[in-house]
């Protein structure tokens, strides 16, 4: 079992859509949470921590499940800018990167 | 400040060739990571540096594979005899290590290997 599962996708949606990407991890030591952003043929960049109580920047807002294991991420409005590779990243000691949710906004 | 830098950014070589990639993390952090991503797929984690601790190598997938981190800084990754699978783009990353494991990973732009 991989330590950082997630749904590859792609998910296609419209302008405007609400999408949300599920992430589950096996490793339950694990310390932190977050979510990278990365572009087609770029480098991944953090696009936001993962807090316990949940967090929320703008139009994204994770949440953090310990007891099952689980982080998600919640895009509204979404912009065709939005278009990217959604990773899940747990730090168990270690960065753990899962492979990746493909999101395409189609106009 | 300048941010993680990678050299170099494209690498040709011939199958059964060595191969040397090296990361110059930012000033200051501590730890770096190596992985390689093929194309249209996830992030690989191979090598994990931290501090002066031993690095966690259990990502590299085979002995062919090896790396370096010279004076906590520099790091080279070093590909020997290599082989056609191995063309991917190698990134490595750089953090500083924060209590509670809130550390924030800082990407090169990576090395795209291509081993003919």
């Known amino acids: 079992r991989k330590e950082v599962e997630q749904d590859p996708g792609p998910f296609n949606v419209p302008e405007g859509a609400t999408v949300a990407f599920n992430c589950t991890y096996s490793?339950?030591?694990?310390?932190?949470f977050f979510w990278y952003r990365q572009d087609c043929r770029k480098e991944p960049k953090l696009l936001m921590s993962?807090?316990?109580s949940g967090n929320e920047d703008g139009r994204f807002t994770a949440q953090l499940n310990r007891a099952s294991q689980y982080i998600s991420l919640l895009i509204r409005d979404s912009k065709l800018s939005d278009s990217a590779t959604y990773l899940c990243?747990?730090?168990?000691?270690?960065?753990?990167f899962g492979a990746g949710t493909r999101l395409t906004v189609k106009p | 400040g300048a941010g993680v830098s990678q050299s170099p950014s494209n690498k040709v070589t011939e199958k059964g060739k060595d191969v040397e990639l090296r990361c110059d993390p930012i000033?200051?952090?501590?730890?770096l990571y190596w992985y390689r991503q093929s194309l249209g797929q996830g992030l690989e984690f191979l090598i994990y540096f931290q501090g002066n601790s031993a690095p966690d190598k259990s990502g590299l997938p085979s002995d062919r594979f090896s790396a370096e981190r010279t004076g906590g800084s520099v790091s080279t990754l070093t590909i020997q005899r290599t082989q056609q699978e191995d063309s991917a783009v190698y990134l490595c990353a750089s953090s500083q290590v924060l209590a509670g494991g809130r550390d924030t990973q800082y990407f090169g732009p990576g090395t795209r290997l291509t081993v003919l």
């Open positions: 490793n339950s030591a694990s310390q932190s």
């Open positions: 000033s200051g952090h501590t730890a």
């Open positions: 990243v747990v730090n168990n000691g270690g960065m753990r």
């Open positions: 993962v807090y316990s």
